[in-house]
């Protein structure tokens, strides 16, 4: 049977369930690089981690790691991300907020702010590392409550206190899964690549994204982190429309590397996404 | 006297100190929002925020916050990072190490992850809001160490018990100087902005940035941001190196906003960086 690593929170671990269903085994993992790592030594058939949010934009750790992976992505899946406020304690007791610091400060509290300002003003909030680990302190943690997702009320026994209480109702999380080869080509693909480019050639990157329009190819996302190579130079991603076996996606490809220096293609994947 | 808000993190205290010395007067405010709405509502005359580490990547509470902003960029500050071990306890007894999530996950841990895998191994790592949080938490919590910076020894009275423990030893973090206005224009000065570009329009981005480069203008960065108008939906944003009042950068910016929406110019400032 297959196997899918997921990082350790459930929301990843929903996103795997709707891809999967009951097809494949499910392993928690603890951070987005164990999943990197499994995937990569082949300890699993695919892995699925978080890389981006509406709100909150790219999932860095998922970026950087794509930097030196050799893993493939497969597939991507969106999933709308609920807030939930859970506990075993009654509204009127709680003393301490628990939540995520997953994406970027202060996330959950920010996407929950009018609500906590509205029903919980002047309680305190604590950081937790992940919603699930918010929802399993709160179990033991006298007077609190975790601000978390249906599937963390289910694992831990808690009391769904109130629902949807995120300020942004479109607010929406997508994964990649990962595995050691692409999926095949449809009609309706996207393809994720990252480069470099050479700092002393100006415009380059401009030339770079000028080959793409010429060839009529969509660009549906662009994003950048620190090459670590040397301070305040960049590796950009690019995600266009297209699978990376069409004429002329393969075609930019080679336009592509005049350039650029270090051309990785990610991936190719159909696009989930209805417009 | 002029004054200088900056967001409660000692870094940015020591950044804004860098700049101004004694010639103004320093107040710590609790998050990065804070301050941009000390310096638009006029509390304060310079406000200090963090914008990038030259590992970890762009603090996207500043970038974000820029979207709505009237607050300007007076000034850049660059401060190199170094990571000390803290605590009034004996290294043999500490069981826990404390630090921050200040711009992503695992951050401090991550930049420091070399050392304490050598010397402290196994040891608890706890998550804090800052490494000035982690600091004084540290005073207070049996048996733990925290790592922080030389100005928070001196604030909380901890011990040094190891000092440039970070894995990189080029770790800068970059800073702005926020005000109502910009400063003059010098011979090497860069200038921030912001953008979206129409979704219907394949290959806008391709022609904002063609703009520059026609006119010679060389881009020192560039990223982008969730709109929050739409899902997938992004803010654009480009430095480049020259001052908004300098001719051909007024020119270019005319001719830019022929391709793009919403176009911003977050301030002109002199370039501090050596290269």
Redesign the interface.
């Known amino acids: 049977m297959k196997s899918a690593f997921y990082a350790g929170f459930a929301l990843t671990y929903l996103a795997a369930r709707e891809k999967f269903g009951d097809s494949v085994l499910y392993y928690p993992q603890t951070t987005i690089n164990d999943v990197f790592d499994s995937v990569e030594k082949g300890d699993t058939t695919y892995g699925v981690v978080p890389f981006?949010?509406?709100?909150?934009?790219s999932v860095?750790?998922t970026l950087d790691r794509f930097i030196s992976s050799k893993a493939q992505i497969f597939a991507e899946a969106y999933l709308k991300v609920n807030h939930y406020l859970l506990s075993n304690f009654k509204f009127e007791s709680i003393k301490k907020v628990l939540t995520l610091?997953?994406l970027?400060?202060?996330k959950a509290f920010g996407q929950c702010q009018k609500w906590l300002d509205t029903h919980l003003k002047g309680v305190q909030r604590i950081?937790?590392?992940s919603t699930s680990k918010a929802a399993e302190l709160s179990t033991v943690e006298p007077a609190s409550a975790a601000i978390s997702n249906s599937i963390c009320a289910d694992l831990y026994g808690l009391n769904i206190l109130a629902k949807d209480i995120q300020d942004?109702k479109?607010n929406?999380t997508r994964f990649f899964i990962l595995s050691t080869n692409s999926d095949r080509s449809t009609e309706n693909d996207k393809t994720l690549l990252l480069f470099t480019v050479d700092h002393r050639k100006?415009?380059a990157?401009?030339?770079s994204?000028?080959i793409?329009?010429d060839n009529?190819i969509?660009?549906?996302?662009?994003?950048?982190?620190?090459s670590?190579q040397r301070?305040?130079h960049?590796v950009?991603f690019i995600e266009l429309q297209g699978h990376k076996d069409d004429d002329v996606v393969k075609k930019s490809l080679e336009d592509l590397k005049e350039f650029c220096l270090d051309l990785k293609v990610l991936g190719s994947y159909q696009n989930q996404?209805q417009d």
Do not use: A, M, Q
């Open positions: 981006e949010n509406s709100t909150f934009g860095v750790t610091h997953y970027t400060l202060p950081d937790t590392f942004k479109d929406t100006p415009g990157l401009c030339d994204l000028r793409f329009k009529n969509n660009l549906t996302k662009t994003d950048s982190r620190p670590l301070p305040w960049y950009f996404l």
